[in-house]
């Protein structure tokens, strides 16, 4: 989506505005329009920003972000886990297999967080994501709920195997 369209539209609708208050107005209007051209290109990011995330609360547990590419703004929408993704997910190889792990949100509740990654690693997280067919947001979620599941599992492993000293504990009749 490019800005710059709407940009020049509003320059147009202000040079026709300030044509009906005289030279000077007209002068003005000219010297302002460059300030301005950033400021409403910010707004009008914020306006898209606030429109993809309503549109989130609408689509959960799917989602539409709004990203900047070299300048310009672009929507990203994702779908919940579709049988394909699934299927990608299940065809990738494991280092132990484990069911497949979904964090979809059934209220409608997703939360936001700000994660900053080595340039490096963001590098490698996309690569990985695009190898597997997923978004990048998808394959961080699919990726930290296996990781949690498994820390989890090893938790309750470590907890059933501990010993305990040799002693029982209970009552017996």
């Known amino acids: 989506m490019h800005l710059e369209s ?17 030279e000077e107005t007209r002068e003005l209007a000219e010297r302002l329009t460059a300030p301005l051209q950033s400021a ?8 898209l920003s606030t429109a993809a995330e309503e549109i989130t609360r609408e ?9 900047l590419r070299r300048g310009e703004p672009e929507f990203v929408v994702e779908s919940p886990a579709t049988g394909a993704e699934e299927a990608a997910v299940a065809a990738a190889p494991a280092a132990e297999p484990a069911p497949p ?5 059934k209220d409608g509740a997703v939360s936001r967080i700000s994660l900053r990654l080595p340039e490096e690693l963001k590098t490698r997280a996309e690569q990985a994501a695009d190898r597997e067919g997923l978004s990048v947001n998808a394959w961080l ?11 989890d599992r090893e938790h309750d492993v470590r907890r059933r195997s501990a010993p305990r000293g040799g002693r029982y504990t209970g009552w017996a009749r």
């Open 141 to 151: 979620v699919r990726t930290i709920a296996e990781a949690v599941e498994r820390t």
């Open 40 to 47: 409403v290109r910010l707004v009008l990011l914020e306006a």
């Open 6 to 22: 709407y940009v020049a539209q509003l320059r147009q609708e202000l040079a026709v505005a300030a044509e009906a208050g005289g």
């Open 101 to 105: 792990v979904s964090y979809g949100a």
């Open 59 to 67: 689509l959960a547990p799917g989602s539409v972000d709004l990203r």
